[in-house]
Every structure is written in structure tokens, then in C-alpha cells.
């Protein structure tokens, strides 16, 4: 058991780790229901509901002292049950759905949160899949894995290492090219959203590069008539994807 909980650590605090072992640690009775079969094994400190059904579903599970599992937990209230899971294994061909695709394209979203709010708003607005460039924030960093509240189970997600050749790969795919930029001249309103399209989300601090903006489409920046200069990617992300769906439901 002692040779478990340092992997628990590990995992946790090491994305080296996650990659050579491809798992990742989910923390709370909701994210460890969400997990379902992808559970390794399990550590738990309280008699919660969620134990007895997962030891009848076959998984192992090991009772650890309150003591115990508040040195491993990642939270300021232990919520008493975590879980080693195995990573889903997605390929780019599962993002898309003929006239349904709808991507979301992160190319060096740093913030924990703000991926997280991505992750959770895609799957909420039945988003396709998630595209992650090889400098952005590690997908199962434990801020991410929670502030996505089990949706990163709900949807494809890949980690890519070229984000022009996956560009051109959907191109070719007949996937339009929608570029978030906040000095583009047409307002997200103006464009159209309805066929399949890949939503291209940069770097908070320095939004895409010039040259990636360049590849796209089109470019499209969201009407701020207040006295904010911007918001966040994740805000952001959120707002393009609730215009992309009202186009697919109500039209132009």
C-alpha cells in the first residue's frame, strides 16, 4: 500500500509521472463516479455510498486513517475518497462529426481554471472534442481534473505536438477555421458558426500568434461595449460557443 500512495503522490505532483504511467488522480465521490471503469484502485477514509458501490463493481479499494489521507489530498476539506484513473486514449479522427463538428483548439492556454472552464462549457454546449497544443496547461493537472467537474470524461480531448499541421489537417477535413483574436474587425456575431468549425483560444496574456491567425478562416472578436479591455480565454471561449450553438438552433 505504502508503494500506492507515493504513486498517488507522484501523479499528483509530477506530469512526467502521469505520462509514463498514463494516469492521473481524481479527488470526491463525483469525480470518482464520473471516472466508472477507468478506475486503477482507490483510497478512501470515510464509509461514503460510492465505496460500497465501487467494491461491487470489482475495484479495489484501500481504507486509509483521516490522518493519511489528508496528506495525500489536493483540497482544503478532504472530501474522503480519490481515485488513480487511466487516461482516455482519443485520436484526432474522433473530434470530428461530419456537419456537427464543433472544436475548441487551445494553443497555450496556461491557467488551470480557465482550461477547466473551456473543458466543462464545451461539454455543456455539446462541443465535439477539445484540440490541446503540445504548450498548454497538462490537461490532468489536479486544478485542471477539478475545476472541469468530471467533463473531461465527457468528450474527446487530444494533446497535439504540430498546431500547423493540425490546422491544415482539418482544413482538409472541410473544417472552417475560426480564429478568437482580440483585435479582429468582425464582431463573433457576423460569422458564420453552423457548418463544422474549429474555434482557435490562445495564451491569456498574448492571445495567438500572428502567424496561426493568419492560417484561419476568419478571425472574430467578441463586442465589449463596457469599459473592460478583454476577458479571459475561458470566459471567452464560453461566449463564442453559446453563439455557435444559437446559430446551429435558430439560424443567422
Known sequence: ???????????????????????????????????????????????????????????????????????????????????????????????LKSDKTLIIFC??????????????????????????????????????????????????IVTIEDEKETIEQLIQKNVKIIAAAIDAKKNVNAADLRGPIAVLVGNEGTGLPEEIIKLADDSVRIPMPGKAESLNVGISTAVILYEALRQRNYGR
Request: hydrophobic share 40%; proline share 6%.
Open 107 to 156: 494553443l497555450g492556454v496556461q491557467d488551470p481554471g480557465n482550461l477547466g472552464t473551456i473543458i466543462r462549457t464545451a461539454d455543456a454546449l455539446g462541443a465535439s472534442g477539445i484540440i490541446l497544443s503540445k504548450g498548454t496547461v497538462d490537461l490532468y493537472n489536479p486544478k485542471v481534473v477539478r475545476s472541469t467537474m468530471g467533463s473531461l470524461f465527457h468528450l474527446p
Open 1 to 95: 500500500m505504502k508503494d500506492k500512495l507515493k504513486l498517488i503522490k507522484n501523479l499528483l505532483e509530477k506530469r512526467s509521472i502521469r505520462r509514463k504511467e498514463k494516469a492521473f488522480v481524481v479527488e470526491g465521490p463525483h469525480l470518482v463516479e464520473e471516472a466508472g471503469d477507468r478506475i486503477k484502485f482507490f483510497f478512501y477514509c470515510e464509509n461514503l455510498p460510492i465505496v460500497k458501490i465501487l467494491e461491487e463493481k470489482g475495484s479495489v479499494g484501500y481504507k486509509i486513517s483521516r490522518k493519511q489521507f489528508e496528506e495525500i489530498s489536493q483540497v482544503e476539506t478532504p472530501p474522503g475518497i480519490l481515485a488513480v484513473v487511466r487516461e482516455p486514449e482519443y485520436t484526432f479522427w474522433d473530434l
